[in-house]
């Protein structure tokens, strides 16, 4: 396996999971991708990635981007797993990027509800991440990343986001089953009435669309702006209303 491919092969092997897991399907385009992504940069143009997307019950969508630009050293690959927007089970998310000596990983399960006023809705969804959070933190080589307070509001606080050499990245694969583990278990059982009481399909709409619009605002997350710099403006936003896509 090349260094390179890591960060490649963490999204690789934990799409292959989701996967076996449920009944999903790939949508196609002419391409054989749902999004073919080309190099806007002058002197650099050609293929540097794609976008897929997957969907099947009991998911919404599983969508997928990569971007691999060699001539800068970057190696992107990004895994986003959304459920219905009528539902208060947490959407799944994991990314990493090897650039340079540096790996980077983004591993979180998204709120679907607010979680600092419900109790026993944190404790059933996140408080059985607690130990492998703090396992993650612990791993020697490993560093937690700069980000926005408002992008940590957004997330959750078991969100982790690091930098990390090559040997403690290699050991976050561990963290990034427990998380998926966890949540298949959410997926299967569903949300207690407990930690849902007084909350109606109208209130979970409603939020996971603003949810998403922050989460995927270039004002929040100033990745967009390299991105966009990479795979042009338009296709930038047509990515980013896809991610921000709802089920209702």
Same mark, same amino acid.
């Given at each position: 396996?090349? #260094? *390179?491919?890591?960060? #490649?092969?963490?999204? +690789?092997?934990?799409?292959?999971?989701?996967?076996?897991?449920? +009944?999903?399907?790939?949508?196609?385009?002419?391409?054989?991708?749902?999004?073919?992504?080309?190099?806007?940069?002058?002197? =650099?143009?050609?293929?540097?990635?794609?976008?897929?997307?997957?969907?099947?019950?009991?998911?919404?969508?599983?969508?997928?981007?990569?971007?691999?630009?060699?001539?800068?050293?970057? *190696? !992107?690959?990004?895994?986003?797993?959304? =459920?219905?927007?009528?539902?208060?089970?947490?959407?799944?998310?994991? /990314?990493? %990027?090897?650039?340079?000596? $540096?790996?980077?990983?983004?591993? /979180?399960?998204?709120?679907?509800?607010?979680?600092?006023?419900?109790?026993?809705?944190? +404790?059933?969804?996140?408080?059985?991440?607690?130990?492998?959070? #703090?396992?993650?933190?612990?791993?020697?080589?490993?560093?937690?990343?700069?980000?926005?307070?408002?992008?940590?509001? $957004?997330?959750?606080?078991? =969100?982790? %986001?690091?930098?990390?050499?090559?040997?403690?990245?290699? #050991?976050?694969?561990?963290?990034?089953?427990?998380?998926?583990?966890?949540?298949?278990?959410? %997926?299967?059982?569903?949300?207690?009435?407990?930690?849902?009481?007084?909350?109606?399909? &109208?209130?979970? %709409?409603?939020? +996971?669309?603003? !949810?998403?619009?922050?989460?995927?605002?270039?004002?929040? &997350?100033?990745?967009?702006?390299? $991105? !966009?710099?990479?795979?042009?403006?338009?296709?930038?936003?047509?990515?980013?209303?896809?991610?921000?896509?709802?089920?209702?």
């Amino acid at each position: 396996m090349s #260094k *390179d491919s890591l960060s #490649k092969v963490l999204v +690789d092997r934990t799409l292959a999971r989701i996967m076996e897991k449920y +009944d999903l399907h790939e949508e196609l385009s002419d391409d054989g991708s749902y999004m073919t992504l080309t190099n806007q940069i002058p002197n =650099m143009e050609g293929t540097i990635g794609n976008v897929r997307k997957y969907v099947g019950e009991p998911l919404f969508q599983v969508v997928t981007c990569s971007i691999v630009v060699p001539q800068i050293g970057l *190696d !992107s690959h990004m895994l986003y797993v959304f =459920m219905p927007s009528d539902t208060a089970i947490p959407h799944f998310t994991v /990314d990493s %990027v090897h650039t340079g000596d $540096i790996y980077a990983m983004h591993l /979180d399960l998204t709120p679907r509800v607010d979680i600092g006023s419900r109790l026993t809705y944190m +404790d059933e969804v996140f408080t059985p991440l607690t130990e492998h959070y #703090k396992a993650a933190y612990a791993l020697e080589g490993l560093t937690a990343a700069e980000i926005d307070p408002r992008q940590y509001a $957004i997330m959750s606080p078991w =969100m982790i %986001v690091t930098r990390a050499d090559e040997e403690s990245f290699v #050991k976050l694969g561990a963290t990034v089953n427990h998380y998926l583990d966890h949540w298949f278990s959410l %997926v299967d059982k569903g949300i207690s009435a407990a930690a849902t009481d007084g909350i109606d399909t &109208d209130y979970l %709409v409603a939020r +996971d669309k603003r !949810s998403k619009a922050i989460i995927f605002n270039p004002a929040v &997350d100033k990745v967009w702006d390299q $991105i !966009s710099g990479l795979i042009g403006p338009e296709v930038g936003k047509e990515l980013r209303n896809l991610l921000r896509a709802t089920s209702e």
